[in-house]
């Protein structure tokens, strides 16, 4: 994966608090003894672990995956044992551990990173609904139907991991990802991330950003105090995009381009001069 820029300009805003049993956390999980030790099901939209000491590896270690039904981490990591902390939403009686006395919640993966740790790290093992397992391969296609610029965002994705970025989806702000340092208890999230295709120096499908649609992006990111973050996924000239083996095959010769805008305040600056 290369890159044409490596600046990244952002102010770290810390959280007030942050829960001693989510500080102790590491840059990627580190697992011992089989290859494939954690087991996740595929559902058709998300990727879903369900075993406690697996979400919390994953969650600690890397910042994978949220909570199916919590903001952020599974109830399972913050010890809570109020059920009605989940937002009164009921799960059937079979999901509830009466000796724990709190509600069962799996952890999702949104698909670019569940493919990271099936591609990269190798340590997610991926079955469907019936228990069938999903190779790398079956995983990329799928994916690929199921989102139509999955390989863009899975180059994007690869490329913020490299820097050390904790990415989380950014559906809820309007964009692909959004990043944060070292992870989201810690910090808000610095940057909405915007990603557009880019092949042979023409942009695919006509998808640029126009003024109306970035005074869009630009009022959410200034009100929820992001910054936002354009990358550009520059494909190799001879791939054949329709071809998943090929794509699956190159995504090292990708290159990734990085933009970011800062909202200037042009009086402040005259005022400062």
Known sequence: MAAKCTLFAFSLKPKKKTPPELSQTLPLPVVDG???????????YTIDVVNPVDIRLLSLNGGFGQGMLSRAFPVCMTNARDATRKRKRHLPASTQDPSAGMIEEPLCLFLEEAFFLMHVLNILCLKDTRGNTISVAQAFAKFRTVKRNFLACYCAYLYL????????SGIKFGGDFVIYVKGPQFYH?????LIQEVFVGAEMLAAAIDGLDFQGFNRIAETTGKDLLFLEVHYPSALDLSDDAACLERVKDVHVAETFTKHHNYLAARNQA
């Open 34 to 44: 089989e290859p494939l030790p954690i087991e996740a099901i595929f559902t058709g």
């Open 161 to 168: 991991k490299s820097k050390n970025w904790i990415i989380k």
């Open 189 to 193: 999230a610095s940057y909405i991330v």
